[in-house]
């Protein structure tokens, strides 16, 4: 892959609902409700919420038989209201649930390391007929759900979570990012055993490193399976907290995967409200340049050579111009950021002299000493020469 270009890595498409992921479709960007799942009306004004943000798929959680069985009326409430965001019910220890949430749903994400198994944190020594014993009763406990998600057209998401990998993976592979991988093949061969393979892949962590690590090598160990390996992955990582700490870890941690091409479906795990997490997510995306859904900028920091007020000009500009979908456009101060540092924009405004700017096209000057009360509208009428400008929608 090239070190200065952004190449995704190709995946199989999985459908969830109406939203395909993988494949030629864009990176996704999903979120969680944090209602009781028995409380109907909540759990509808929230997905209601999210999908209003532009959130493109909605996780539920579905604790109990009862809980999932009550996805049936959210989702009703939903499409009776016009919503078709799909829903996810997410899985942790209960079988029965996830066969019950799986007549009502379009996706069912399953955590392996608790599916079938119950963390006791003990120390075990298994033989290999031991382990493979293991793997025959998670078969049996796994099989009825991926028969009905076959039956039904349902997607389902394997996710591993780090923190909550089953005694017997960590007896053999450790507290390990190979675990995490391992976690996740082990319930992959049984599903495609029954030729199931409506498949996504997650390796979470709340340590962005360790995250990273699992997602590479789960990569590297699809390819080395073979070409029909070839699942989307969902990113992110969990349990990032609130505030900046959380952005800047969420934004390390599936930023770095996205520009090594990995990365279909993504979720920003914020101690806050859901709806905050979707411009997280529209952020990140743009920033690793695979899924561009705003104006994009590029300012110089400022510094004594600046020939104008570089905070105040860079908000006049955006103002003017922060609708422009696809539009790359350079602020600098002078002329030592200017055409170098800017290569890649479309167009630039650039300090010429002491109340006087040059406007550019790519890396060519094409307006000069232009007075700085006159230059953003002289942007406008360059971008609109030039057959990118589209008027900004009023708002009704």
């Known amino acids: 892959?090239?070190?200065?270009?952004?190449?995704?890595?190709?995946?199989?498409?999985?459908?969830?609902?109406?939203?395909?992921?993988?494949?030629?479709?864009?990176?996704?960007?999903?979120?969680?409700?944090?209602?009781?799942?028995?409380?109907?009306?909540?759990?509808?004004?929230?997905?209601?919420?999210?999908?209003?943000?532009?959130?493109?798929?909605?996780?539920?959680?579905?604790?109990?038989?009862?809980?999932?069985?009550?996805?049936?009326?959210?989702v009703k409430g939903l499409r009776a209201r016009g919503c078709d965001v799909p829903i996810v019910a997410d899985i942790h220890f209960k079988p029965e649930a996830a066969l019950e949430a799986a007549k009502w749903v379009e996706k069912i994400r399953i955590n392996p390391g608790n599916y079938a198994d119950s963390k006791k944190f003990q120390i075990l020594e298994y033989t290999d007929a031991d382990y493979a014993g293991e793997l025959e009763r998670i078969r049996e406990r796994f099989t009825p759900l991926v028969l009905l998600c076959k039956e039904r057209g349902v997607a389902m998401r394997i996710g591993t979570n780090h923190g909550s990998l089953s005694d017997r993976i960590m007896n053999r592979y450790g507290d390990s990012p190979l675990g995490m991988v391992e976690s996740a093949l082990e319930f992959a061969r049984i599903a495609r055993d029954l030729d199931y393979h409506e498949l996504v892949f997650s390796m979470k962590a709340s340590n962005p490193k360790v995250m990273i690590e699992a997602y590479r090598l789960l990569a590297a160990r699809l390819d080395a399976l073979g070409p029909d390996w070839n699942y989307p992955l969902h990113l992110g990582v969990t349990e990032a907290g609130d505030g900046e700490d959380g952005r800047i870890k969420s934004a390390i941690g599936i930023g770095s995967l996205l520009c090594d091409g990995l990365g279909d479906t993504i979720r920003v795990s914020l101690t806050e409200d859901s709806v905050?997490?979707?411009?997280?997510?529209?952020?990140?995306?743009?920033?690793?340049?695979?899924?561009?859904?705003?104006?994009?900028?590029?300012?110089?920091?400022?510094?004594?050579?600046?020939?104008?007020?570089?905070?105040?000009?860079?908000?006049?500009?955006?103002?003017?111009?922060?609708?422009?979908?696809?539009?790359?456009?350079?602020?600098?101060?002078?002329?030592?950021?200017?055409?170098?540092?800017?290569?890649?924009?479309?167009?630039?405004?650039?300090?010429?002299?002491?109340?006087?700017?040059?406007?550019?096209?790519?890396?060519?000057?094409?307006?000069?000493?232009?007075?700085?009360?006159?230059?953003?509208?002289?942007?406008?009428?360059?971008?609109?020469?030039?057959?990118?400008?589209?008027?900004?929608?009023?708002?009704?």
């Open 276 to 396: 905050h997490e979707i411009p997280v997510a529209y952020a990140i995306l743009q920033a690793a340049g695979c899924r561009i859904t705003r104006t994009e900028y590029v300012a110089c920091p400022s510094c004594g050579r600046t020939l104008f007020d570089l905070q105040e000009t860079t908000a006049r500009v955006k103002a003017a111009t922060n609708h422009l979908k696809g539009v790359k456009i350079a602020i600098m101060g002078c002329i030592v950021n200017g055409p170098g540092e800017m290569a890649d924009a479309d167009f630039g405004y650039v300090g010429g002299a002491p109340g006087k700017v040059n406007l550019y096209v790519g890396k060519t000057a094409v307006k000069f000493n232009i007075p700085q009360i006159e230059a953003v509208d002289r942007l406008v009428d360059l971008i609109r020469e030039h057959g990118k400008w589209v008027e900004p929608q009023i708002e009704s």
């Open 1 to 74: 892959m090239s070190s200065s270009s952004y190449q995704r890595r190709v995946t199989r498409e999985v459908q969830v609902g109406h939203v395909g992921i993988g494949g030629a479709h864009p990176v996704r960007v999903q979120s969680m409700i944090t209602s009781d799942t028995m409380d109907t009306e909540a759990c509808i004004a929230q997905t209601l919420d999210l999908a209003a943000v532009k959130c493109e798929i909605v996780r539920i959680t579905a604790p109990t038989v009862k809980d999932a069985a009550n996805l049936e009326q959210i």
